[in-house]
């Protein structure tokens, strides 16, 4: 879990007077899936997307639901995939009762591996959904645009 900070007391510049109950401790979601499909690697991974839904429920936050893939095969057909394990993740959340305005998917292929790609291990742990937390829609809108221009300035060009 992590701490989020509410956007509207620091935009008013008044951090100086933060208290505890200013702050929640934010659910993590990291899903991982098996080689090659939008096949959760076990079980354990469904239950931290049951897991988020409630948080996101309780909390009336917004979330960005990450796809990312290892290298494993042609950049193009990484961005399909993740683009596919996103979607996924976030049908399931609003299944589970989340608003779908609170959510969107988004795959990023290969192009933000968090381990080494080039070791099967590495590989293993950035077949992965991940999800990142925002106060509103406008920040979750933000953070969308501005990713899907950091993106596109890099797709497809990983693996040259």
Known sequence: MKKIIA????????VSSLVA?????VADLNVEFK???TIYMNNAERQEVVEFAAFLKKTGLYAVVEGHTSKFASA???YDLS????????SELIRLGVNPSQVKAM?????????????E???QKNRRVIAEVFNSASELSSYVTSEK?????????EQS
Do not use: H, W
């Not at 956007?7 to 008044?14: A, C, H, Q, Y």
């Not at 109950?21 to 401790?25: A, G, L, S, V």
């Not at 795959?107 to 070791?119: A, I, Q």
């Open 121 to 123: 291990m590495g590989a």
């Open 107 to 119: 795959g990023f292929g290969e192009s933000s591996p968090l381990y080494n790609n080039n070791t």
């Open 76 to 78: 193009t057909y990484n």
């Open 21 to 25: 109950q200013d702050c929640i401790m």
């Open 83 to 90: 683009q596919r394990r996103a979607v996924k993740v976030r």
């Open 7 to 14: 956007s509207s007391v620091i935009s008013l510049g008044i």
């Open 149 to 157: 221009k950091r993106i596109s300035q890099i797709k497809y060009k």
């Open 35 to 37: 080689n090659d499909t």
